[in-house]
């Protein structure tokens, strides 16, 4: 079965330093998705991107947040400046249709975040 | 704003029981599907079973079945002959219509017990 694949798995990185997470969605899925789970906590969205811009966005991301599509491959999240609490499993998805209402969404396997 | 409601933060069975675990939502929609997914310890987030809100069938996926009650918008998860790889954390979720997101309760922490 196709994957989304997520690197790095794990990233350690000190407070206000920026990072970005990798994503390749599924080669012919068109929605992609970013959520992230605090420990303990429940799955939440952050973001979802489709034709090349946002199409929706939580109150979580805020102006620290962005998303790119470099290529026709890769989608990254950046966070510009990390604080304590962006510290959190990340997940992206991706879907071919509209994820959600009535598509079957495919979720990574994670990139757990660390923020010292 | 979309809820949906998990009222069991833990629940441990024998192996080779069933279990069922519960799931209640909000939505105004008509039509929309609802979701389990199962998290492991590895945390990877797994499609478990997925249910159309228009069909009156019930989703079924081997062992794992729902009980869909639209009026009363539950969607709760049954296992059967639970098996030890079952143990994992278990999200319900359900899309908010007209946009993308889903919104997941806040888990279920199952463990079978040998």
């Known amino acids: 079965e196709p994957e989304v694949t997520q690197t790095p798995s794990h990233q350690v990185t000190q407070m206000g330093q920026e990072v970005i997470l990798r994503c390749v969605p599924i080669?012919?899925?068109?929605?992609f998705y970013w959520y992230r789970q605090i420990l303990g906590q429940k799955v939440e969205f952050l973001v979802s991107f489709y034709n090349n811009e946002i199409s929706e966005k939580s109150e979580i991301f805020d102006d620290q947040f962005s998303v790119e599509r470099p290529d026709g491959s890769n989608f990254t999240l950046k966070i510009r400046s990390t604080k304590l609490e962006d510290s959190a499993m990340y997940f992206c998805?991706?879907?071919?249709?509209?994820?959600?209402?009535?598509?079957?969404?495919?979720f990574g396997s994670g990139t757990q975040l660390s923020v010292l | 704003a979309q809820t949906v409601t998990q009222s069991q933060p833990e629940m441990s069975v024998q192996e080779a029981e069933t279990v069922t675990l519960s799931c209640t939502y909000d939505t105004s929609e008509n039509n929309y599907y609802l979701f389990w997914y199962k998290q492991p310890p590895s945390r990877q987030m797994i499609l478990v079973i997925r249910q159309e809100a228009y069909k009156q069938q019930n989703a079924t996926e081997n062992r794992f079945s729902v009980n869909f009650q639209k009026a009363a918008k539950s969607f709760s998860l049954k296992i059967s002959d639970s098996q030890l790889g079952d143990t994992a954390m278990y999200f319900c979720?359900?899309?908010?219509?007209?946009?993308?997101?889903?919104?997941f309760g806040t888990g279920t922490r199952l463990t079978i017990i040998p």
């Open positions: 979720a359900s899309p908010n219509f007209g946009n993308e997101k889903l919104t």
């Open positions: 080669s012919n899925h068109l929605y």
């Open positions: 998805a991706s879907s071919a249709g509209q994820g959600g209402s009535n598509e079957k969404l495919f």
